[in-house]
Each structure stands twice: as structure tokens, then as C-alpha cells.
């Protein structure tokens, strides 16, 4: 989870938004701000999150409020700021690359400038790409260029519009890793707009969640991911807490890894990087099991002794309870039924099940 | 080729040269225009939508006497350029090609505004998103990808142009080695008896002119292609 280390890393806010547009009958009213780092942009698909990022680079104008990043007023209806897209050096990448299709990898690279070109080609591996069309490159590829293409306009901030939301499943793992060491690696703020709970948590810092043109609720992504109350917000399948992992050590002969955390040790499947390496690991809320005795003779790996800080009913039969494993917040999604079977209440320690294999690879960042 | 007489290849000549320059001379302002008209909302829109398009709906023999009356040697804008840059259009090949580029632009207009329109002006975006100006994104992603459309239209209005009778012969009549080009010279060579060997070789001429054109705008819209990475 983000604690107050991570705040400090952050420093002060590097973005700050508030908004308004009406677009037929739809309205965005949106407010936030954000630190470095990534700023995960959450919700589903007509709630209006391209529309912020949009209204970021100029290409939407609001008809009122304000947009600053660093200190750059990008937008100010009050006191009459609009700077043109061209002005803004926002760098964009689109959910459908848009690499231009007549000019090489090359050209397309250099279209916005050359600001460490040689870092951001090695970084994003695209070496063997240069002298190719865009027309000849897979979906993974092409948006890699766009990535380098935005970057080597140096720009003041990143956007990103559900890049992955067009690629099958191997090839967001094999871009995963490209975007996570762009985070650490270049020290600009990005807006990455998604519908895909396992890429926020893999990737953002901060979390805006947004439904229907208004922001719900934002924060650490650690905090906001831990929070009972925001499982109806986020959707059950998308709520899961994060925690933050070290590499503890290998079960090589039977493809395991353990994985310490502040509370004690899990394992996952899978090499998970390097001793000593941190790692993030997502934890599904619908795959939590609660059970009040150690359970002797099951099949899962990972039994957690859990406190229970807080207890969430929503509308429909499930229950979202908060756990405390360790210093790390964990989340369950259980029935209302067993709840009260189990007679679960705030301060019971209990141990809390995870299915080694409920966490997939997708849930898994450095 | 014999049956072609020194007049019919003066004609076939000029036919050349006036579709030629009025081809060249109206493609800017066709580019423009379809610009204008595929990208921008303003007041008006629909009139000069409705100007450009007069020509392909009024009968040839009405846009001739308009240019007669506008152009002629009298008319307001005819002895306006005459007198100020020297410029004369009656009776002159100048006139032929002023009204063959009249006849072809809205042709021209049509398939470059097309062409503006298939761009994805996604593009243009992106393209400002990396600093880019507005000129300079017309000149590096719009025009570039548009110029298959540009292409076509040029080729559709030289035909256009070639093929132009009714205007022109109205506004500047079919006089030989001045005015006469390939479709008046036939036409008037059929109200002589015994010249249809003439005839037939212009006739010939014509549809080899015609093919050429077509052959050459398919492999240029073909090289195009592939190197936009052959879609």
C-alpha cells in the first residue's frame, strides 16, 4: 500500500484538474489533483475519462474550470488561459497508437522532437523497429512507438488512453513491463486512463474513479483499493486490495515463489523477479475466503491471521470486510449469509484463505 | 495517321495544353476548397457547397455565355484583368482552358474532398499533441494522405477538361489554331462530308488520350499504396 513514504516520494501535487463540460446530455464535472507518478484514471467505459484526458491536451475544451500541471496553467476560463494543443507538450498515447501511417518508425519517433532518443529506444526496446511502416508492426509494437513518440517531445505530462484496452492478453504482458520502468525511469506525471483493475494496481500511484462524470472517490491506490466502501464503487470483480511484497525466495522445483509481506509470507506461482525485489500484488476480494479456526487439510497455500477493522454492507447480498494482515490492508468479498453465520464483527481475528493461483500474472507488477 | 491533317494535330495539341493548364491551374484552388468544405463548419457552407457544384448541373451552354458575359472582352472582370494584368480570355486558348478548368472543378472538388474526408483526423491530433502547427500538419500527415484523393481528382478533371464542348465552344467558339480543340474539331469536321477518316482518327486519339490518363492515375494510385504499406 501506499503509505506516507510513497506521499513524500510524490511531493507536492503535480496535477491539478477541476472541470466542467456539458456534452449533450452527458455532464462532466470532474475534480481532482494528483502527485508524480501515475495517476490511474478508473471507471467504466461512457463515464467520461477520455473526456478528462482529452480536456488535458486541448483536444476538448471545458466550458469551465481549470487544468494545471507543474506549473503550467494548461486551461483557466476565468482568467481567459487556453493554451493550444501544440503548446501544451502533452505527450498522448492514444488507445489506437495513431502512428502516422505514411511515415517510418523513424519518422514517426522523431515527428515531435528527439529529447533522449537514444534512452527512450533502448528503454522501450524499439532498435529493430526503426526502418519498419507502421503498417507492418503488431499491436503491441505500434504502441510502443506511440509511447516513444510521446515521450521524445519531452513532454510535461503523459497521457494515456487505455493503451493496452486493443491487445490480447500476451501482448499487455509483454508492454507491462516497458510502461513500469518508464514510471520509475522518467520523472514525469502520467494520466492513464483504464477500465482494468489489474492495471491499476499494477501500475498507478493515485486511483480517480470516476462514474458517470463525477469523480466517486480518489487517493493512494493502496488506501482507496483497501477500502470496504469502495468495492460497490469499483465493481465486485474489479475490488482487491494491494500489498506490497518482497521477494523472500524461490520454490524453483515446484514453480513457487515466496513473497514476504509485513504480516508474514505468501506464495504465488511464477518466478517473480529477483531476491529482495519489491513486488505488488493485487488480491481479489471475491477471492478471499474468511474462516474463523485455522482450517487444517485444504488445498489453498496462503493462510493469513487477519484483523477485521471494518465491516461493509451493500445493497445486494455480499459484504466487503476489511482486514488487517500484518501493517498491509487486505480486502474480502463474502456473502451476507456467511457473514452472519460466521458472526463476523470489527476486531475478530481470523485467518483469511488465498488461493495461491486466484492472483494471475496480470496481477503481479513490479 | 495520315488521315490527320496539320489542323487536326494543331487541335489535338491544344486540347493537350488547355487541359493541362486548366488541370494545373484549378488543382490549388480545388485543394483548397475541398479543405474548406470537408473540415470547416462556417456560414455559408452550403452556398459555396451549391456554387461549386453549378457547373455540373447547368446545361455547358449556360456556364459558357455566363463566362461570356462575366470574362468576355466587355464583361466586368474580362476587361478588368485585360486592362490591369494584360489578360484575355475571348477567343483565345486561354479561354478554352479557363472554361475547361470552370467545368472540371466541381469534379476535381468532389474526389479531394473525398479524400480529406477518409483521413482520420485522429491523426491531425495526435500530430498536435507533439507541438506540430496547424500548417505544419497540413503539410506532413493531412496533405500526404489525402494525395491519392488529390490524384484521382486531377486525373478526373483533366478527362473533365479534355473532353469539355459545350462551354467552351460558347464562350470562345472553335476557331482553328486558336480555340479549336479535339471534341469541336470533330464536331465540326462532321458538318463537312467526306472527312470521316479525320474524325475517326480523332476519335482514336481521344480514347487513347482517355486510357493513358486512366492507366497512369491506377499506377500512381497503386505506387501510393504501397508505400502507405500496402493496405
Redesign the interface.
Known amino acids: 500500500m501506499a503509505g506516507p513514504s510513497d506521499v513524500e516520494k510524490a511531493g507536492r501535487q503535480m496535477i491539478s484538474i477541476a472541470i466542467k463540460k456539458q456534452l449533450g446530455a452527458f455532464q462532466l464535472d470532474v475534480q481532482f489533483e494528483a502527485p508524480m507518478g501515475v495517476t490511474a484514471i478508473f471507471g467504466r467505459s461512457g463515464s467520461g475519462k477520455t473526456s478528462v484526458v482529452n480536456a488535458v491536451a486541448g483536444l476538448l475544451r471545458p466550458d469551465d474550470g481549470q487544468i494545471i500541471v507543474g506549473d503550467t496553467v494548461l486551461f483557466d476560463r476565468a482568467a481567459k488561459v487556453d493554451l493550444p494543443t501544440q503548446n501544451r507538450r502533452t505527450g498522448y498515447v492514444f488507445q489506437d497508437a495513431r502512428l502516422f501511417p505514411h511515415m517510418s518508425v523513424m519518422r514517426n519517433l522523431a515527428y515531435g522532437g528527439t529529447h533522449d532518443a537514444e534512452r527512450i529506444i533502448q528503454i522501450l526496446g524499439l532498435d529493430s523497429l526503426l526502418d519498419r511502416m507502421p503498417n507492418s508492426l503488431s499491436g503491441g509494437e505500434r504502441q510502443r512507438v506511440a509511447l516513444g513518440r510521446a515521450l521524445m517531445c519531452d513532454p510535461q505530462i503523459l497521457l494515456m488512453d487505455e493503451p493496452l484496452a486493443a491487445l490480447d492478453a500476451p501482448r499487455k504482458a509483454e508492454i507491462l513491463p516497458y510502461i513500469e520502468r518508464l514510471r520509475d525511469e522518467v520523472q514525469i506525471p502520467i494520466l492513464y486512463v483504464s477500465h482494468d483493475m489489474s492495471e491499476v494496481a499494477r501500475l498507478a500511484t493515485t486511483i480517480v474513479v470516476i462514474d458517470a462524470g463525477h469523480v466517486v472517490t480518489s487517493g493512494p491506490v493502496g488506501t482507496v483499493l483497501s477500502q470496504p466502501e469502495a468495492v460497490p464503487l469499483l465493481g465486485v470483480r474489479a475490488a482487491g486490495a494491494v500489498i506490497e511484497t518482497t521477494v523472500a525466495g524461490r520454490l524453483l522445483d515446484d514453480g513457487l515463489t515466496e513473497l514476504s509481506y509485513s504480516g508474514g509470507r505468501i506464495v504465488l506461482p511464477g518466478i517473480l523477479g529477483v531476491l529482495g525485489q519489491t513486488v505488488r500484488v493485487r488480491v481479489p476480494a471475491q477471492d478471499v475466503i474468511l474462516a474463523k479456526e485455522p482450517p487444517v487439510g485444504i488445498s489453498a497455500l496462503n493462510v493469513l491471521p487477519v484483523t477485521i477493522t471494518r465491516i461493509e454492507h451493500g445493497r445486494g447480498p455480499g459484504v466487503a470486510v476489511g482486514l488487517l494482515a500484518g501493517n498491509d490492508h487486505l480486502l474480502a468479498r463474502v456473502t451476507r449469509r456467511s457473514a452472519l453465520r460466521m458472526e463476523l464483527a470489527v476486531g475478530q481475528q481470523i485467518y483469511a484463505i488465498i488461493k495461491a493461483t486466484a492472483v494471475g500474472p496480470e496481477d503481479i507488477g513490479s | 495517321m495520315d488521315a490527320l491533317g496539320p489542323q487536326e494535330w494543331t487541335a489535338i495539341w491544344l486540347s493537350l495544353r488547355v487541359a493541362l493548364v486548366a488541370t494545373l491551374a484549378s488543382l490549388p484552388v480545388a485543394v483548397w476548397i475541398a479543405y474548406v468544405l470537408a473540415r470547416k463548419t462556417f456560414p455559408g457552407r452550403q452556398l459555396l457547397n451549391g456554387l461549386v457544384h453549378l457547373p455540373l448541373v447547368l446545361p455547358p451552354v449556360v456556364t459558357g455565355y455566363l463566362l461570356l458575359v462575366l470574362f468576355g472582352q466587355q464583361g466586368p472582370i474580362g476587361s478588368f484583368l485585360d486592362q490591369t494584368f494584360g489578360i484575355s480570355f475571348a477567343f483565345r486558348w486561354t479561354g478554352a482552358a479557363l472554361a475547361a478548368g470552370i467545368m472540371a472543378f466541381p469534379l476535381m472538388v468532389r474526389a479531394i474532398r473525398l479524400g480529406f474526408e477518409a483521413v482520420?483526423s485522429?491523426?491531425e491530433?495526435?500530430?498536435?499533441?507533439?507541438?506540430?502547427?496547424h500548417l505544419r500538419i497540413l503539410f506532413?500527415?493531412t496533405l500526404?494522405?489525402v494525395l491519392p484523393g488529390i490524384l484521382a481528382g486531377a486525373i478526373l478533371g483533366f478527362a473533365k477538361a479534355l473532353g469539355e464542348f459545350g462551354a467552351t465552344i460558347t464562350f470562345v467558339a472553335a476557331i482553328p489554331g486558336q480555340t479549336q480543340t479535339i471534341p469541336t474539331a470533330i464536331y465540326g469536321l462532321l458538318q463537312v462530308p467526306g472527312r470521316e477518316p479525320a474524325v475517326l482518327g480523332l476519335v482514336i486519339v481521344s480514347i487513347i488520350l482517355a486510357m493513358g490518363a486512366l492507366l497512369m492515375s491506377e499506377w500512381l494510385a497503386r505506387r501510393m499504396s504501397k508505400?502507405?504499406?500496402?493496405?
Open positions: 482520420d485522429g491523426l491530433d495526435a500530430a498536435a499533441t507533439l507541438g506540430a502547427s506532413t500527415v500526404p494522405l508505400r502507405l504499406g500496402g493496405k
